[in-house]
């Protein structure tokens, strides 16, 4: 299961128009290259207040502007280290809910320092953020459809890869940005029907197929948050928060 966005809307002949405080807000080849340290008071300083920068900020929002895509990282770029700047978390809007129920996890990018903070995320073509269910007790993934996935549906269009693009923001001084992600206490299914409308980059497509059993489980959000320095368990881009299926 994931959230993404909507798909950027394409420029009217308005946006064509140039104007100095597009030429703010757009991003420009100066901008440190992402995951780099050379990044958040200057950039800040230098681009303003925009959809990009903020304290208090909508990350889907923001994410989809194109003002807010800059170059991907070189191969041989260094992730940074945000160990003691980023605290990202999740949280349920209710640690209890019943068998196939719902509930809205929040996630928050919180800048924990006192200087403006750079952060970069993946677009491929939309911001995803998957959701991954475990077992609290055993840590065992309960959400996957049982077996491989099937083939293709009979004549089914050929899909292509999008090609990944980078958006960044950046967070003022204790600042936060925040997104709502959904998620359904079911199984899932591998679900053919919805084949040829799925991206690829989501893999193939799952449905719901019954309530999950009652028992508390680890709900993991994977973001698309990228170039920072994290171990093995995503720690750092994929927050977990326990919810109770009763």
């Known amino acids: 299961m994931g959230c993404g966005g909507g798909k950027k809307p394409a420029k009217s002949a308005d946006d ?14 100066d901008m440190p290259a992402p995951g780099s340290s050379d990044d958040s008071t200057a950039s800040a300083a230098k681009h303003g207040a925009n959809a990009c920068t903020g ?25 940074k280290d945000t160990k003691d700047s980023l605290a990202v ?21 919180a800048n924990k320092g006192s200087s403006p903070l750079v952060l970069d995320f993946t677009i491929d073509p939309t911001p995803r953020f998957d959701v991954e269910v475990y077992n609290a007790k055993t840590n065992k993934r309960v959400d996957p459809p049982a077996g491989n996935p099937p083939k293709p549906p009979p004549n089914a269009p050929a899909k292509e890869a999008a090609t990944a693009s980078t958006a960044r923001i950046t967070l003022a001084a204790n600042g936060k940005a925040t997104v709502h992600v959904p998620w359904d206490a079911t199984r899932m299914r591998w679900a053919p029907e919805k084949y040829k409308g799925t991206p690829l980059e989501m893999g193939y497509p799952r449905a719901a197929a019954g309530p999950l059993p009652k028992g508390k489980y680890s709900v ?19 927050p977990k928060t326990v919810i109770e299926v009763q």
Request: hydrophobic share 35%.
């Open 89 to 109: 978390t999740a949280s349920a809007d209710s640690a209890r809910v019943a068998p196939g129920g719902h509930a809205d996890i929040l996630v928050t990018f």
């Open 16 to 29: 064509e128009v140039s104007t100095d405080t597009d030429k703010d807000n757009a991003p420009t080849t």
């Open 220 to 238: 993991r959000v994977l973001t698309p948050l990228t170039n920072v320095f994290e171990g093995i368990d995503k720690e750092v881009s994929g």
């Open 55 to 79: 304290f208090e900020m909508d990350l889907m929002s923001a994410l989809n502007q194109s003002a807010c895509e800059v170059p991907n990282a070189k191969p041989d770029q260094k992730s």
